[in-house]
């Protein structure tokens, strides 16, 4: 069973999906996405996707254990730092990438520090 996700992430996701105010007949027709809001699984172009909420240091136990081709991360300065470290080592295949929104509070964020000083140097 794929975990749960609280109704605010949920919510966000299928807007996104939604946003041209088409039904969900239509979107899946047209653009080959299909959602089920009970298990939090999307199918887009023929892909499995899972929705995963992280409000906590327990969100990490949610995606031990995954194989992904692509992790997308709304706001990850607003995940714990344990969560991003496990979706680091959850992209194993070819091609596979992360890719995130973020905005440092500030120059000691640890995202900010981990990742993106880094680039720098």
């Known amino acids: 069973m794929p975990p749960r996700i609280d109704d605010a992430t949920r ?3 299928l807007q996104a999906i939604k946003a041209e105010k088409l039904s969900r007949n239509t979107i899946a027709r047209e653009y080959g996405v299909s959602v089920s809001t009970v298990t939090n699984i999307a199918t887009i ?5 899972h929705l995963v909420g992280a ?3 327990r969100a990490e136990g949610r995606i ?4 992904a081709a692509l992790i997308y991360i709304d706001e990850a300065t607003l995940v714990p730092e344990s969560f991003f470290t496990m979706c680091l ?3 194993r295949v070819p091609g596979a990438r992360l890719i995130c929104t973020t905005n440092p509070d500030g120059p000691s964020h640890w995202l900010r520090k981990s990742s993106c000083s880094a680039r720098a140097s």
């Not at 172009?45 to 996707?49: E, H, I, M, S, Y």
């Not at 031990?64 to 194989?67: I, K, S």
């Open 89 to 91: 080592s959850r992209i």
């Open 11 to 13: 919510a966000k996701v």
């Open 45 to 49: 172009f023929g892909r499995t996707v």
């Open 64 to 67: 031990r254990g995954a194989t």
């Open 55 to 57: 409000a906590d240091v």
